[in-house]
């Protein structure tokens, strides 16, 4: 009765606040500083590690009439050089995570829905108490969508990242470092308009040294967070979730807040244009541009760049080297993983191919990969009286048309199929945990082995460091801590139960032919449009970003991310040092650009991650209440024990960039070029190799390193979870469901190598 009442009530006087939902906040912070001693113990037992390492290292020996030099940490520093101070200090690795959603953003509200097994609202104040007592980081950014944030979402943001900070103790050495930004969340729906998300973060963040508000990518993106929701989701959806009906009006007001929001002028200076509206960049040369108008310092880094449920087949990063689509001085960084997967690696396989008339058409398979184009004609084959007829084939044609017209929809294109009729199509199924639908022309290895020719006798580069983050949606910060809880610590999410299912999702029954997807119908909802049923099983716990850095400030670390002088990692905290021996400057580190006159020389010191302890250490069980605690870490934290797990093995990629216009990238990327097996020390690994190799010699050449812990489970390490036969296909497909068909307490654990990937050394001879 009291349903029917509310139901009537909201359908002819809209104006009853318990129909129309309320703002939710930004919530308050609980947790203040760590205790420095707890701090400055994590720096003393990182510095015994790094020193027992030193004690395996040789001497290097010196070119004749080289200045001795005095060795600190990875920085060579020769006596009298006029050195800073703080350069001159010995430098340690500190652990953050550059890429943070709470739900300020509108996928992370839709996502905190009870009826989609959400825990409810996680605003910015969860993240900044998460990052400090439950994964025990050093610095975080905030990273909400762009193009959901309205004004006072902007300027709650900001409140919350000056509380953050403001509560971190002395600003010369904080527990933590908090960073204000934002995405922008570009999608094209074709590879020439493509061009992906980015995340924006500003080293400042005080009024006045900031944006007055963020910028939104124009298109897509913003279209489907400003699309008014049907019927059922504004008005059924709440009476069917009485319970939660608050909360799913809340969500609707969400929704309303920023479709009542106007949207910036466009050509205007951006200075220029009111608080109080939307702005965006249809590109990231308009981005750029934007920035530069405001002059503050800024990092913009590209990441996902293979996640294949919103980036079309057939994308490259070729386009984004044109004029101004790229800025040397912002885009110095990349983020080769991501709790969504791994981007690392190029392999010359594509989902679509494109004829002389730049006509699309489908690939054949290839060992080890199925393009789901391809598997869309044989799932219609299967459906045909006649399978060899000439009519099948005439279907079999049509479906993989009609898959490749419909882009990331393609699944929506052939009624009634399944999961298991899809199978692992799309997939790099020899990638180490890569992202879901693989696009390996926009991997991060792709981009630096292009070049752009636009000026012959200057080639214009990408000169990307290394990182990794989460990209978690539930404020949390470093999620990757520890393998467990998949359905908080991922963004792994789906319909509680059956009923919820076939409430959320209108399905077509199967038929002998497929469809034409019609993107603009209204009749699938946006988080139908792009398939998470299937990409569930490739949402992992999240990566870090690690910087050398002299100090623990703000600017301290600003500054190592900006000479790129850090490195990535799976989740792990991993301790790595990647150096050029034989510089003219000495020993210089990971990040550095050199030119040297014979062949480089390099050594790699690692040192595996602490085993973790149960449950929490003592500053976190004193630092937040027990409920706090148990909401926002469900009762386990970064509680490092005192054994380190072992670094099994060294692994050197060479990647020499294009010297000409069409040379074939795949002959340029050598991966591995060389492995180092490590003996099994806890105490970590030190290797040296160096590259004789004459064609080396003749043209400007990258060195990245990989360090490869020992086996351990970690979340959806095994993707769907297939047995595969001797030609690669996919048998026993077993997919890890973010609904009710997989137990909310799986895990979905398989064996992992946990990884760490240095940022590049930049080596032309000269």
Not at 73 to 99: C, N, R, V, W, Y
Not at 154 to 180: H, I, K
Not at 481 to 487: F, H, I, P
Request: net charge negative; glycine share 10%; proline share 8%.
């Amino acid at each position: 009765m009291k349903a029917t009442v509310y139901w009537l009530l909201c359908l002819s006087l809209m104006v009853v606040p318990a129909c129309r939902g309320q703002h939710r906040g930004p919530g308050e912070i609980k947790g203040k500083a760590v205790a420095s001693e707890v701090v400055a113990r994590r720096g003393e037992r990182q510095a015994g590690a790094a020193l027992r390492l030193s004690s395996k290292v040789p001497t290097p020996a010196l070119s004749d009439g080289q200045a001795p030099r005095l060795q600190v940490d990875s920085q060579a520093i020769a006596p009298g050089s006029g050195e800073s101070t703080a350069a001159k200090q010995a430098k340690q690795i500190l652990f953050g995570d550059l890429h943070v959603h709470t739900t300020f953003s509108a996928d992370a509200f839709l996502m905190s829905l009870p009826i989609l097994q959400g825990e409810g609202a996680h605003p910015p104040a969860d993240a900044c108490d998460f990052a400090r007592y439950c994964s025990g980081l050093d610095f975080w950014s905030i990273n909400d969508h762009a193009e959901s944030l309205t004004p006072r979402r902007w300027r709650e943001t900001q409140e919350a990242v000056r509380q953050c900070n403001a509560l971190a103790g002395d600003p010369s050495d904080p527990d933590l470092v908090t960073y204000l930004g934002w995405e922008w969340t570009q999608v094209g729906l074709t590879p020439e308009t493509h061009y992906g998300h980015k995340n924006v973060i500003f080293r400042d963040y005080l009024p006045g040294e900031v944006p007055t508000r963020p910028i939104a990518a124009r298109g897509f993106t913003s279209r489907a967070m400003q699309r008014n929701p049907p019927f059922r989701l504004r008005y059924i959806m709440p009476l069917l979730d009485w319970p939660n009906r608050s909360y799913g009006r809340d969500f609707i007001y969400f929704g309303d807040e920023l479709r009542g929001t106007p949207v910036c002028d466009t050509g205007v200076d951006t200075r220029k244009l009111p608080a109080a509206c939307l702005e965006d960049a249809a590109d990231p040369a308009e981005l750029f541009a934007k920035l530069d108008q405001w002059g503050f310092d800024t990092l913009v880094i590209p990441h996902g760049t293979t996640w294949g449920i919103y980036t079309p087949g057939g994308v490259s990063f070729d386009k984004q080297l044109i004029g101004a689509q790229h800025d040397p001085e912002k885009q110095t960084l990349i983020e080769v993983y991501s709790g969504h997967g791994n981007s690392e690696e190029y392999r010359p396989w594509r989902a679509v191919e494109f004829d002389a008339d730049g006509k699309a058409r489908c690939p054949q398979p290839s060992k080890g990969y199925e393009p789901c184009c391809w598997r869309a004609g044989e799932i219609i084959r299967g459906r045909c009286e006649d399978p060899g007829s000439v009519e099948c084939e005439r279907l079999v044609a049509g479906a993989r048309k009609n898959f490749l017209d419909a882009g990331v929809s393609g699944t929506l294109t052939v009624p009634g199929s399944t999961l298991d009729d899809w199978g692992d199509c799309g997939q790099c199924t020899d990638c180490f945990l890569p992202a879901y639908d693989y696009r390996p022309g926009d991997s991060v290895q792709y981009a630096m082995a292009i070049s752009n020719f636009d000026d012959p006798g200057k080639p214009r580069r990408f000169r990307f460091g290394f990182i990794a983050s989460s990209d978690n949606h539930s404020a949390r910060p470093g999620t990757g801590y520890k393998e467990y809880n998949r359905q908080q610590m991922t963004e792994a999410a789906g319909a509680k139960n059956e009923a919820w299912y076939h409430r959320m999702n209108r399905s077509r029954p199967p038929g002998p032919e497929s469809i034409p997807f019609d993107r603009d119908s209204g009749e699938f909802m946006p988080y139908q449009i792009i398939n998470f049923e299937r990409a569930a099983s490739f949402f992992r716990t999240g990566g870090l970003v690690a910087v050398h850095s002299p100090g623990r400030d703000r600017d301290s670390i600003w500054d190592s991310l900006k000479r790129g002088e850090v490195y990535g990692t799976s989740g792990e905290r991993i301790l790595l040092w990647f150096d050029l021996l034989n510089s003219p400057a000495g020993v210089v580190p990971m990040g550095s650009q050199v030119t040297i006159g014979g062949a480089p020389q390099f050594r790699v010191r690692a040192v595996g991650s602490f085993k973790q302890e149960p449950g929490c250490p003592e500053h976190s069980l004193q630092g937040l209440s027990g409920e706090r605690l148990q909401r926002l870490c469900r009762g386990e934290c970064y509680n490092p024990g005192d054994e380190r797990k072992l670094i099994t093995r060294i692994e050197v990629v060479r990647i020499r960039p294009q010297r000409y216009e069409g040379e074939d990238v795949a002959s340029l990327i050598e991966d591995p070029w060389k492995v180092m097996e490590c003996p099994a020390d806890p105490e970590g690994c030190v290797v040296s190799f160096s590259d004789d190799d004459p064609v080396s010699a003749e043209r400007e050449t990258i060195y990245y390193v990989r360090a490869i812990e020992e086996p351990s489970p970690a979340v959806n390490a095994a993707g769907f979870r297939c047995d595969y036969d001797e030609q690669g296909r996919c048998r026993n497909f077993n997919p890890c469901y973010g609904d009710y068909r997989t137990a909310y307490e799986d895990d979905c654990l398989s064996e992992n190598e946990e990884r760490a990937w240095s940022s590049p050394i930049f080596v032309s001879r000269g």
